[in-house]
């Protein structure tokens, strides 16, 4: 017999994973047989249909497809499904995760071009307009909805509105935002969404999700560049009964199903956006009066991550962070190619209690910074 550890030893501020609540991980303590329908109807097509709910009010339209892996997995199955062999794609990129999408269009040898903008930058809806009018061979437009490099949150309603004029077909990454952003995707004219079990909805890490319009899912037969990331592939087979094509992760499946429960508990989308809203204007506040400057300027800032520069020329993140982590939180490091920085997440099981009690911890630590 191996000893459970009690609990948690730390509060993970980070993108993901990140801490979850007690009774999400008290949901992986039993297996699942993947035959029956207590398991394929009752969580698995339960599961699906309340992630389209949670997209859009059209829900007719909508289906949603499971994938297994971590969220990269699920922007590769879709960008490899669903851009035909004479598609092209444009990613809008201003980060790490927007890059990740071009990188994964060169693998895949998709005709591709980016639209890269700084770090700091917000894409522009008249660029883009500009660059799909000089590009009418370009099909499908890809963007990130936050990206989490910086926490900048991409402008989805007026970058929507142009990639709808020029009839693109348009994919979001919203790995870091759904569930914790409110937005409807048949507003936003949004054909393939994307995100994942350990972000905003506050799972475990294992697998991704796709929402997708049924519709332009059903176009990406055939389109595939890869067995098992085959987007189209693996939709066609669970619509049927609920059925993963290989291994489903049993228990993450069973803990996403109570982490969408503990959603509803708390009010939904919508307040759970209040919650990490607050969390991050008390985060931003207190360190400031600590003397942290964040990165971003307030208008491009999301309420999920925040990155903050480095106090002095001489700060010395890693044994900052080895000592906030002994003191009980995990912040995470900076990815900005232009500034040394640092990030600290809101999403995932955290409260403006926690802030409080890391800004206490970190104004404890002050003097040796
Ligand atoms: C977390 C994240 C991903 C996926 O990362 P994985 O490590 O593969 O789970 C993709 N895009 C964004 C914006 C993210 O925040």
Redesign the pocket.
């Known amino acids: 017999m191996y000893e459970f550890i009690p609990d948690n030893p730390y509060l993970l501020l980070t993108?993901?994973p990140l801490s979850t609540s007690k009774s999400v991980r008290n949901a992986l303590l039993r297996d699942w047989c993947t035959w029956d329908a207590d398991y394929n109807e009752d969580i698995v097509q339960n599961i699906r249909r309340r992630l389209v709910a949670l997209a859009t009010k059209k829900i007719e339209d909508y289906t949603a497809v499971l994938m297994q892996?971590?969220?990269?997995?699920s922007?590769e199955a879709t960008i490899g499904s669903v851009v035909p062999p004479n598609g092209k794609l444009l990613v809008i990129t201003n980060g790490a995760?927007g890059d990740?999408i071009a990188r994964m269009a060169k693998v895949l040898k998709l005709k591709h071009i980016a639209y890269s903008c700084f770090e700091t930058e917000a894409p522009k809806p008249e660029i883009l307009s500009v660059i799909l009018g000089e590009h009418p061979d370009i099909t499908h437009t890809a963007l990130?909805?936050?990206?989490?490099t910086t926490g900048i949150l991409n402008p989805l309603p007026e970058i929507a509105k142009v990639v709808k004029a020029h009839g693109n077909v348009f994919i979001l990454?919203a790995?870091?935002s759904f569930g914790g952003i409110p937005f409807d995707m048949a507003d936003c004219n949004i054909d393939f969404l994307?995100s994942?079990s350990?972000?905003c909805i506050q799972g475990v890490?294992g697998f991704?999700f796709v929402i997708a319009k049924t519709k332009e899912l059903l176009k990406c037969k055939d389109n595939a560049h890869s067995l098992c990331l085959d987007l189209y592939g693996q939709w066609k087979e669970m619509d049927k009964s609920g059925k993963w094509r290989y291994t489903s992760p049993t228990h993450i499946v069973r803990a996403f199903y109570q982490a969408l429960d503990e959603l509803e508990i708390e009010g939904g989308v919508e307040a759970r956006y209040q919650r990490y809203c607050k969390n991050q204007q008390l985060l931003v506040n207190g360190m400031k009066e600590l003397g942290f400057r964040p990165f971003l300027p307030k208008e491009l800032q999301s309420p999920i991550i925040t990155s903050f520069v480095y106090p002095t020329l001489d700060f010395n993140f890693d044994s900052f962070y080895k000592t906030v982590k002994k003191l009980g939180f995990v912040l995470y490091p900076g990815k900005v190619s232009q500034a040394d920085t640092f990030r600290i997440g809101n999403i995932g099981e955290v409260f403006p209690k926690d802030i409080m009690r890391l800004l206490e911890v970190i104004e404890s630590i002050r003097n040796e910074i």
Not at 69 to 73: L, P, R, T, V
Not at 144 to 148: D, I, L, N, P, S
């Open positions: 993108p993901g892996g971590s969220g990269s997995f922007v995760y990740r990130v909805h936050c990206e989490t990454d790995m870091s994307i994942s350990n972000k890490p991704g």
